[in-house]
Nanobody, 119 residues
Framework: QVLLVESGGGLVQAGGSLRLSCAASGRTSSSYVMGWFRQAPGKESDFVAATSWSGGKTDYADSVKGRFTISRDNAKNTVYLQMNSLKPEDTAVYYC????????????WGQGTQVTVSS
């Protein structure tokens, strides 16, 4: 079992920045892929970014490339999402997730943190 706890959400003006954190505990492993997803009101959940837990390989949705950066601190079992140049369309609940087998199947999810970007 893996427990994921997000933090760092809030209200920010367009053009501002936020950094989300995801603290992982339990049966974490260096083979886990960690991802961020987001869900806006009335919309489906969308992939935002992912990183391998130890290899440093990253992937981003086109909509956030160049603005968001995913990183991880293995010593702290924490994954971060640095979000710059935020836009109103980035408003959503952001979820951290873990893919234990690196197959694109995220088995563990956090409770989510709200990000609101005002225009």
């Amino acid at each position: 079992q893996v427990l994921l706890v997000e933090s760092g959400g809030g209200l920010v003006q367009a053009g501002g920045s936020l950094r989300l954190s995801c603290a992982a505990s339990g049966r974490t492993s260096s083979s886990y892929v960690m991802g961020w997803f987001r869900q806006a009101p009335g919309k489906e959940s969308d992939f935002v970014a992912a990183t391998s837990w130890s290899g440093g390989k990253t992937d981003y949705a086109d909509s956030v490339k160049g603005r968001f950066t995913i990183s991880r601190d293995n010593a702290k079992n924490t994954v971060y999402l640095q979000m710059n140049s935020l836009k109103p369309e980035d408003t959503a609940v952001y979820y951290c997730a873990a893919d234990p087998n690196a197959l694109g199947e995220y088995h563990y999810w956090g409770q989510g943190t709200q990000v609101t970007v005002s225009s």
